[in-house]
């Protein structure tokens, strides 16, 4: 009988056609290059870094104290352990059990007619069991299930590396926000001394008879505005600062902030796109990884059709000793559709992953080419800007030359400190642009959180 049962699971497991969907990798588009490994992106890191210091702290704090990320990395934890017990359920197990027991019986004797008690008859009884057990993986159940629980342990992982990579863009965003309002906080601070200049000599000159009333009007409301702009700033740089403390997991108010201009824009990045950014994102490898683990799910709902294998032996050690050892094999040979809908269950499951895992992709390819787009624009309303403001700074100086020798007057030069002051916070805004174009380039490929280095 033994030796019947052997070879029927052999059988089994010879005809067995257990394997279910594939996944299916989606390509990356015709147009983008496969350059040579010199050319790659990883390669030329020269446009991947912010010469900043402060960003580079704030990065190291949110990495550390961020509440988010520890969560998945806790989430990261709960897949490893679950993938420890399931290898471990391939494993034999011995099992030890000892108990004992104490029993009294008293019992009445009632012979010729006379009842009499006779003596108490004690027991004691000890002994112990010390069982083996073993589920050999014949066909393959408890791999299935090891090999899902291994692609969602890697899941979670790129899952928690996703998390860190929109965690430094949005770092870096607000870092930027907080900047951007500072410096202009800053010009429009200067403006506001320049207006009350300005707004002095329209005075004098209203008493001298050589401009109106209108003109100290205009002054005025400049003046007014200005002030209005300098409070939307300081709201925005408090704003800035409080979402900066969240995010590196701090309580708002405490973070350490260090007032220092915008940082300078990284060098464009090469425009040839290895086909490999794909395997860069977090995002797509955690798909993958997911639609892997619903691949062997499927796999391992089929193999509930085929029987479990179970090897035991027990040794007992009581008043006598003895030992039992026991093969068995169990299979359903009827159960209503339960496995069949679990396939289909399984199946549907997988399907799902796969449109995921390909939406994912797609969503990769337009945020690269979107990312690579605004980049460009961004580096030429960059240079406009830049171009700008050296003209306005030309003009400025001819102007200051020409009030040393008396040929203009106090009012045309602070005219022109003003329209300086306007073109370097144009600037500014086409700067912070650009930087903001960069990081969402940076994360599109999948490169954050870089390391913002001063050293390079």
Known sequence: MKGLMILACAALAGCATHSG??????????????????????????????????????????????????????????????????????????????????????????????????????????????????????????AAEQASAAASAEASEAERSNVERLLAKQLLESYLDARFAENQLQLATEALTLLAQKESVVQRRLSAGLATRTDLNRVEKQLRDKRQQQTEWEQILKTEQIRLALLCGQVPGQLTWRSQPLPDVPASPPLSLPAETLVQRPDVSAAWMRLNAAASDSQR????????????????????????????????????????????????????????????????????????????????????????????????????????????????????DLALLEAQAELNTYRKEALLAWGDLVTALGLMPLKPNAQV
């Open 21 to 142: 969907p594939k996944p299916q990798m989606l390509k990356a588009p015709p147009h983008w290059n496969q350059p040579s490994p010199s050319e790659t992106l990883a390669t030329d890191v020269s446009w991947q870094y912010l010469r900043d210091a402060e960003l580079t702290r704030l990065l190291d704090l949110s990495l550390q104290s961020n509440p988010g990320l520890a969560a998945a990395q806790a989430r990261v934890a709960q897949a490893q352990a679950m993938l420890g017990g399931i290898g471990a359920s391939s494993m034999p197990e011995l099992d030890l059990s000892v108990g004992g027991d104490r029993a009294k019986v008293t019992n009445l004797y009632g012979g010729s007619g006379k009842a009499r008690r006779l003596p108490a008859l004690v027991r004691n009884e000890a002994g112990g069991m010390l069982a083996f057990q073993y589920r050999p993986d014949v066909f393959g159940h408890v």
């Open 301 to 416: 709902a089929r193999l509930e059709r085929y029987p479990r294998v179970n090897l035991s032996s027990n040794l007992l050690m009581a008043d006598l000793i003895g030992w039992m050892a026991q093969a068995s094999a169990s299979i359903s040979l009827w159960d209503g559709g339960r496995i069949a809908a679990e396939v289909r269950h399984a199946d549907a499951v997988f399907a799902e992953a796969q449109s995921q895992y390909h939406e994912q992709v797609l969503q990769v390819f337009a945020e690269v080419e979107t990312a690579m787009s605004r980049q460009q624009a961004s580096w030429q309303a960059l240079a406009v800007a830049d171009k700008n403001l050296r003209g306005v700074e030309e003009q400025r100086q001819g102007i200051h030359k020409l009030t040393t020798h008396g040929l203009q007057d106090m009012q045309r030069l602070l005219l022109e």
